[in-house]
C-alpha cells in the first residue's frame, strides 16, 4: 500500500487540488518507507497517475481520482482508502 500525506486545510483557506498535489508526500507501506515519486500523464478527456516506489522499483498507475474526493479529504482531515492500493492521510500543518 502507499499512503499519500496531504496537509490539512481550513474551509476559508484558499487553495487549488493542484496545490496538494505539490505539496502531498508519498510513502510505500510495503517496503518499510520507500519513497515514492509521483508522475501525471495527461490525455485529450483523461488523466493517468503514475507512483514509482524509489526504494523498490514497484509502480503503480491508475486514473486520477475525482478532485472533489482529494479536497474534501484536506478538508474534513478524514482518512480516505482508495481501492487497496493507495490510503490518504491528513496531517496538520
Not at 491508475?62 to 482529494?70: C, F, N, R, V
Request: with cysteine.
Amino acid at each position: 500500500m502507499m499512503t499519500i500525506y496531504i496537509r490539512k486545510r481550513e474551509k476559508d483557506e484558499k487553495f487549488t487540488y493542484k496545490d496538494i498535489l505539490k505539496e502531498m508526500k508519498i510513502i510505500h507501506e510495503d517496503c518499510y518507507g520507500g519513497e515514492v515519486k509521483f508522475e501525471r500523464e495527461k490525455f485529450e478527456e483523461s488523466e493517468t497517475w503514475i507512483f514509482t516506489c524509489l526504494r523498490c522499483g514497484v509502480k503503480h498507475t491508475t486514473k486520477a481520482w475525482p478532485t472533489l474526493k482529494i479536497v474534501r479529504a484536506a478538508i474534513d482531515g478524514e482518512e480516505i482508502t482508495i481501492n487497496d492500493r493507495f490510503r490518504i492521510q491528513v496531517v496538520q500543518k
